[in-house]
C-alpha cells in the first residue's frame, strides 16, 4: 500500500508507530546535517526528518534531490517533535524516515503552493489542477461537496427522490441564449443545453413522482461577470399537491438546517416581503437586510420648495447612512463622483448632515430650513451622527441608483459582515413585465408561472398589476433561489401563452408536449431552485463563485487550462452539415 496514514492524521498518540505516507512535498529545509521536509496530501501536512546520523546514508542524501511538488512515498517512525508547531494538527510529531521513494518528479511551478500564493488570478486559472492543492480552493470544493451532502440527506428523509433529466434537449425561449449542440444523425437540426429542467420536472409531476429534487447542471449564454458561469448547478426542486406555502417552508427549513449545520448558527423564521415593499424601500428584489438603510420618500416634504431639480422629479428619496456626518468635502464629493458614474447613473445628490447639537447642514440650506431638513430626517429615520443622502429622478432610475449608493455605503462602512446571515422571502412578484424592445409582455420568470387566482381577471384589463404565485429566498443581498406555483390546466396555460404573444402554432411547436401532458391528469404543483454555486459561496463567506468550483471559466467564458471553446477540423464540420461563414 503507499500509506497507511494521511498526512493530517498522526499526533503524540502514535509515537514509537511505524508508518508509511505518501504525498507532494511542500517545502525542504537543508542544514546540512539534517533535512526537514513537509510532506502535504489533502488532509494535510506531516513533518519528515532525514537526520545524517541516524538515518540510511542513501535514504540521507536522496532526500537533498527534492524539489517542490515532487511526489514521495516515505516509511518511518513517528517520533515527538523537539520544536513544536501548535498551529498544525501534527504539529507535535515528525517522521524519522527509514524509506524514500520518489514516485514522480515535478517541474518548480509557476507560482508557489501556499495559502498566499505569489499567482495571479489568470494564471492560476491556467493550472488550475495547481491551485486546487491550495488550501483556500480546496477546502472551498470540500465545503461545497458537504453542503451538497447536507441537501441530499435532508430532502432525501422529507421523501424527496432525485432523478436525473435529460442535457440534449430542444430549444425553448427562457430568457437567455441557449447553447446549441448541431444533430449528426438529424441533417440540419440541433439540441439544446437546458436553461433548466423546468418542463421535465413538470412531467415527472405529471407522472406521479410528487418530490422530486436533482442537483443539477444548467447552461445560459450569457454574459459573465463573478457570479455568473456559463454552466452553472442547481438543486433543482419540485413537489406535487402543494401549495405556496408548503414550498415556502421545506425550502426555509432546508435553508436553516444548512445554517446549523454547516456555520453553527440558528435563525429563527424568515421575514416575508412583498416584491412592491423591496422596491420601494431597498430600490431592488434581492435587498440585504443585515444593515438598515431604508429608503425614505420625500416627495411629499422636498417638493415645492422652490428646489427645481426635486419639483420636476417624478421620485424624490433618501438614506441615513449612519455616523457619516462626520465626512469630509472630499470625501462627499468622491460619492458624488461615484453615483454620477455611467455604471449607476444618477445626474447628482444632495446631502445632509445630522450635526450632534441637533441642526442640520445640508447642499441645499438656501432652498430649505430646518423644519424642512427635520421631515427629510423623519423620513429617512436618519439619527445625530447620520448623513441623509438624496437622489430624484425618473422612479426606477432613481430607486437603481439609490440601491447601488446603500450597497456601496454599506461595504464602506464594514456593514456587510460575510459572518452575519440574513435570509428573507421576498413575494408576489409581477407576473409580466413589458418591453419596449419588442413591444410586449414577457414572463417575468417563465411561461409556466401561475398567476394569483384572485388577479386573473386584470389579464384582460390591466395585465402588468397581474400578482404570480412566484417566490424568491434572498440571502445577503443575492437571489439564492426562486420558484413558482405552476399552471397546472391546459386552458390556463394556453392564455398565458396569449399574453406572451405567442400565436398558437407557436405555442404548440414550442410546448406542445407539456399541454398535451396536461390533458392526462396533471396535478397542482410547484417547485423552486437554488443556485448552489451562489449559495455555497456565500456560506462559506466569499463573493465570487468561482473558488467553489472545480474548473471554472473566465470572464469571456473560456476554459484558459485546456483551451476551449477551440475551433473544430473540417472532417468534423462536415458530418455535422455545418459551414462555417467567411
Not at 412583498?274 to 431592488?284: R, W
Not at 426635486?310 to 458624488?336: H, M, Q, W, Y
Not at 441608483?401 to 459572518?419: F, H, I, V
Amino acid at each position: 500500500m503507499y500509506r497507511s496514514h494521511n498526512c493530517g492524521e498522526l499526533n503524540s498518540s502514535h509515537i514509537n508507530t511505524e508508518v508509511t505516507l505518501a504525498g507532494w512535498v511542500q517545502k525542504s529545509r537543508d542544514k546540512g546535517f539534517m533535512n526537514w521536509v513537509d510532506l502535504r496530501d489533502r488532509y494535510g501536512i506531516t513533518q519528515l526528518i532525514f537526520d545524517e546520523s541516524r538515518s540510511d546514508k542513501a535514504v540521507f542524501e536522496k532526500a537533498k534531490t527534492l524539489g517542490r511538488e515532487f511526489v514521495i512515498q516515505i516509511k518511518g517512525t513517528v517520533i515527538e517533535r523537539e520544536a513544536k508547531n501548535k498551529n498544525i494538527p501534527t504539529g507535535d510529531i515528525e517522521i524519522l524516515v527509514t524509506e524514500l521513494n520518489i514516485l514522480n518528479e515535478a517541474i518548480t511551478p509557476p507560482f508557489t503552493i501556499e495559502d498566499e500564493t505569489d499567482g495571479g488570478e489568470d494564471i492560476r486559472m491556467k493550472y488550475r489542477y495547481l491551485d486546487i492543492r491550495r488550501n483556500p480552493v480546496k477546502n472551498s470544493l470540500l465545503f461545497r461537496h458537504k453542503v451538497a451532502m447536507e441537501v441530499r440527506k435532508y430532502l432525501s428523509d422529507l421523501d424527496f427522490c432525485e432523478i436525473e433529466t435529460p442535457y440534449l434537449i430542444k430549444s425553448t425561449p427562457e430568457g437567455a441564449r441557449d447553447f446549441v449542440v448541431p444533430s449528426r444523425m438529424n441533417e440540419g437540426q440541433f439540441y439544446a443545453l437546458p436553461q433548466s429542467p423546468q418542463t421535465f420536472k413538470q412531467l415527472l409531476m405529471v407522472g406521479g413522482m410528487d418530490k422530486y429534487f436533482q442537483i443539477v447542471k444548467c447552461f445560459r449564454d450569457e454574459d459573465l461577470r463573478a457570479d455568473r458561469q456559463p454552466e452553472f448547478t442547481q438543486i433543482d426542486c419540485e413537489m406535487a399537491f402543494v401549495e405556496q406555502e408548503d414550498i415556502l417552508n421545506v425550502f426555509e427549513g432546508l435553508t436553516r438546517h444548512l445554517l446549523l449545520e454547516l456555520k453553527g448558527i440558528e435563525v429563527e423564521k424568515f421575514p416575508r416581503i412583498t416584491y412592491d415593499y423591496a422596491i420601494k424601500t431597498y430600490g431592488n428584489d434581492k435587498p440585504d437586510i443585515r444593515f438598515e438603510m431604508k429608503f425614505g420618500e420625500l416627495n411629499a416634504v422636498a417638493q415645492h420648495k422652490e428646489f427645481p431639480v426635486f419639483n420636476s422629479a417624478e421620485l424624490v428619496v433618501g438614506i441615513a447612512a449612519p455616523g457619516c456626518a462626520s465626512n469630509t468635502r472630499k470625501e462627499i464629493d468622491a460619492l458624488i463622483d461615484w453615483v454620477k458614474r455611467p455604471q449607476v447613473g444618477a445626474s447628482g445628490m444632495v446631502y445632509v448632515k445630522c450635526e450632534a447639537n441637533g441642526s442640520y447642514k445640508s447642499s441645499v440650506d438656501k432652498f430649505y430650513d430646518q423644519e424642512d431638513l427635520s421631515n427629510w430626517a423623519k423620513a429617512t429615520n436618519a439619527k445625530t451622527g447620520d448623513m441623509i443622502f438624496v437622489l430624484s429622478g425618473p422612479a426606477d432610475k432613481t430607486r437603481s441608483a439609490l440601491s447601488a449608493l446603500r450597497m456601496e455605503l454599506a461595504t464602506r462602512l464594514g456593514l456587510r459582515n460575510p459572518a452575519v446571515f440574513a435570509p428573507l422571502w421576498v413575494v408576489d412578484f409581477p407576473l409580466l413585465e413589458f418591453d419596449e424592445e419588442s413591444g410586449r409582455y414577457h414572463a417575468m420568470h417563465h411561461p409556466f408561472t401561475s398567476p394569483k387566482p384572485e388577479d386573473m381577471a386584470l389579464l384582460e384589463t390591466d395585465p402588468g398589476k397581474v400578482r404570480a404565485n412566484a417566490y424568491d429566498m434572498v440571502l445577503n443581498g443575492n437571489e439564492i433561489g426562486g420558484g413558482s406555483i405552476r399552471i397546472h390546466d391546459k386552458a390556463t396555460q394556453a392564455l398565458m401563452f396569449k399574453y406572451l404573444g405567442f400565436t398558437d402554432e407557436e405555442a404548440r411547436n414550442q410546448f406542445g408536449f407539456l399541454m398535451d401532458a396536461f390533458q392526462y391528469g396533471a396535478p397542482p404543483h410547484g417547485g423552486l431552485a437554488f443556485g448552489l454555486d451562489r449559495l455555497v459561496a456565500i456560506l462559506g463567506g466569499q463573493e465570487t463563485i468561482r473558488d467553489f468550483i472545480a474548473f471554472p471559466k473566465n470572464n469571456s467564458g473560456r476554459d484558459v487550462m485546456i483551451d476551449a471553446p477551440s475551433v473544430i477540423d473540417e472532417k468534423q464540420l462536415n458530418e455535422l452539415h455545418i459551414q462555417l461563414k467567411g
